[in-house]
């Protein structure tokens, strides 16, 4: 009996891994493309690794990352009549669209006092009649503190608490203010600028810039913020020491049962020569402004049963007639929202939903 032939090599099983080695090969050259692009290189930062250092170890299954504690809002905007001459996105043309919003406090803590919050928030989508949607989130601060993601991770990583002191060690402060020197400005805006005692007399900043695009092709790169109709009224220390933990939410609900409270949204055009990619670096004061129309809030409901919960407020979700800048925050902002986003859902999805927020009537 003749014995089987092997088979020519050319019909032999080929082992998987030259293969496998390719393609792996393949995707870590896809992916270094992504992250030079991104501006991810240097020192191995990842957006995994920046939402790991904002979580501290110590993550709240279901609630976002940063900003942790807040309320859903709704209500409208209303564009002015310049605001089509700056931008040809539609909200500036439509009458009138609809806000889902999210006012919030800095912070990971969903039980967080809100008088020790140096930094209050508000994120707003605006969805037109064609489907476009524009998301933004704001802070209090009139600029953000430093100019990359590396120095936002060098920051949480210097200021996180000591475990020996409880608190941040000044020596590693000290290091990272002389790697980030602009970072002092913050400080000291954070030391000196007055509290406001509402987050409707509260004014926001978007900080990154921007480009508008109207529909004669002009372009421009713009900020915005919100700022507030109700005149501002300052809360003292003294003041703070006695706040109830939750008196944001409560003075608000408080301000809403009297009406709608209203901001202006103010549209700053750069001039040649200012700093387009660096949100650390405020434009001179004398810049344009114009009033591109009216942020109007009428209601607000808590976050857990909320249409906000499951929103993410990622700054680069724009409509057409703005775009975003190349400022490297505005990238890593929107790659470490989706990382939080994703954490947070899939901890709702397993049925750890998330606990009442403020100090008191904490269910579950
Ligand atoms: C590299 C810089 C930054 C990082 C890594 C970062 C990180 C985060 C994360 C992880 C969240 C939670 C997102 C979610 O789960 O949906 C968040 C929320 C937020 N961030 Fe940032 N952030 C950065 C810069 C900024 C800047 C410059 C501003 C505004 C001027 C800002 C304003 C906000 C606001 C308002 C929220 C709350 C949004 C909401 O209510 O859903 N952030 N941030």
């Known amino acids: 009996m003749s014995q089987p032939m ?20 393949i995707v870590a050259v896809i992916a270094a493309v992504f992250a030079w692009v991104g501006g991810w290189f240097g020192g191995g930062l990842t957006p995994q690794r920046m939402a790991d250092t904002i979580e501290a170890g110590k993550p709240h299954p279901g609630f976002r990352r940063a900003h942790t504690k807040g309320v859903c809002v709704a209500g409208s905007f209303t564009p002015s009549a310049q605001a089509a001459q700056l931008s040809k996105a539609r909200v500036f043309s439509q009458p009138s669209t609809p806000i889902l919003g999210r006012l919030s406090i800095g912070g990971g803590d969903p039980h967080g006092a809100d008088a020790q919050a140096r930094v209050r928030s508000v994120a707003l989508l605006l969805k037109t009649d064609d489907g476009q949607e524009w998301r933004t989130a704001m802070n209090s601060f009139p600029f953000f503190v430093v100019a990359t993601p590396q120095g936002f991770q060098a920051q949480n990583l210097a200021s996180a608490p000591d475990p020996a002191t409880g608190k941040p060690d000044p020596a590693r402060m000290a290091a990272f203010l002389k790697q980030y020197p602009e970072a002092q400005k913050f400080l000291d805006w954070a030391k000196s600028a007055p509290w406001s005692n509402s987050w409707g007399n509260t004014q926001f900043n978007g900080v990154n810039s921007f480009y508008f695009t109207n529909a004669q092709g002009q372009r421009h790169a713009v900020r915005w913020s919100m700022r507030p109709q109700a005149p501002f009224e300052p809360l003292s220390a003294q003041q703070r020491a006695i706040s109830d933990a939750d008196f944001l939410s409560e003075e608000f609900n408080t301000r809403l049962a009297k009406g709608p409270v209203a901001w202006d949204l103010v549209v700053t055009q750069a001039q040649d020569g200012d700093p387009i990619d660096d949100p650390s670096q405020p434009w ?12 109007t809030l009428v209601s607000s409901q808590p976050q857990e049963t909320g249409p906000c919960r499951d929103l993410n407020y990622d700054p680069t979700v724009l409509p057409d007639g703005m775009a975003a800048s ?8 929107s790659a470490v929202y989706s990382v939080s986003f994703n954490r947070r859902e899939r901890e709702i999805g397993t049925g750890r939903a998330p606990e009442a927020t403020g100090t008191k009537g904490e269910a579950k």
């Open 6 to 25: 092997p088979p020519p090599p050319s019909s032999r099983p080929r082992s998987p891994v030259p293969a496998l080695l390719g393609i792996a090969a």
């Open 284 to 295: 001179p004061q004398d810049r344009r402004q114009v009033v591109a129309g009216t942020v």
């Open 326 to 333: 190349a400022d490297p925050i505005l990238a890593a902002r």
